[in-house]
């Protein structure tokens, strides 16, 4: 079995988001927000480290304030005055690292950044939206004219379902028999990076009449390197957030548990 990591948390995992436009050491972060009916907080995890770096919720917030993006090392969230005001009335960024508000702007939109400048947008009294450009990590005016969207390779992957039509179905299905001795049943998750294989699926173990969630990775060489069942007696096939680097496959276990597993080196 791989090494492996539970983040557990209070309250339900809402959402999960990574740096988009990573810059030195934040590949490894990833920024949870969790809310329940009436509260809701926010934490970065540190994938290397298999730490919380922080979780809290942030002032000047409330139940109405989302989680919008994650560039830079900066955290964006607007706030809402509630459900019957669906406009965002301000736009906030945090230290991912540190969880410390770096600005505030009332009345702004976030638009789009290049990890560097951001583009936002802002609707006046008389309904006139004007554009404006800010410094991503200080929030100030910035005069630089146009934001210029980096083109990187993507860090993180998402694995591709396979449903029983799709046309791999049977072939993958055949892998996985071959290997752990059991016929999947309905979807398919599966991914692939530097010589691993994932694979999260769902089987009948002996003398089961419900479904079970189980994951599997293998190398090249048909070697088994992690194989486990996340959940038994399996009401819906719908799967859980996943994604994976070479280094990490992350996924939620339930609501409450955020999982990490260390990829072995190729």
Do not use: C
Request: glycine fraction near 4%; aromatic fraction near 12%.
């Amino acid at each position: 079995m791989l090494p492996t990591y539970t983040f557990a948390f209070s309250l339900p995992i809402w959402r999960l988001l990574y740096d988009t436009i990573p810059v030195e050491g934040t590949t490894s972060l990833i920024a949870i927000e969790l809310r329940n009916k009436s509260k809701v907080e926010w934490a970065v995890v540190n994938l290397e480290t298999d730490s919380i770096l922080w979780q809290k919720p942030m002032t000047d917030t409330n139940w109405w304030t989302s989680l919008i993006g994650f560039y830079s090392g900066i955290l964006l969230f607007h706030t809402y005055a509630g459900n019957e005001q669906p406009a965002p009335k301000s736009l906030l960024a945090i230290d991912a690292q540190t969880g410390v508000l770096l600005w505030k702007s009332e009345g702004y939109i976030f638009s789009a950044t290049d990890g560097h400048l951001l583009k936002t947008t802002q609707t006046h009294s008389d309904l006139q939206v004007s554009i404006s450009n800010k410094n991503l990590r200080e929030g100030t005016i910035s005069t630089a004219s146009a934001i210029q969207l980096p083109e990187t390779a993507a860090f993180w992957h998402f694995p591709t379902e396979h449903t029983e039509g799709s046309q791999y179905y049977s072939v993958i299905t055949q892998f996985l028999q071959k290997i752990i001795g059991k016929t999947a049943q309905k979807a398919i998750n599966y991914g692939e990076i530097d010589g691993r294989i994932l694979f999260f699926q769902y089987l009948y173990h002996a003398n089961a009449t419900a479904l079970s969630r189980s994951i599997l990775v293998v190398n090249t060489k048909k070697t088994v390197l992690h194989h486990e069942t996340l959940e038994t007696d399996v009401t819906s096939t719908a799967f859980g957030e996943s994604f994976y680097s070479e280094h990490h496959l992350v996924y939620l276990k339930n609501l409450q548990e955020l999982v990490v597993i260390k990829l072995p080196k190729p």
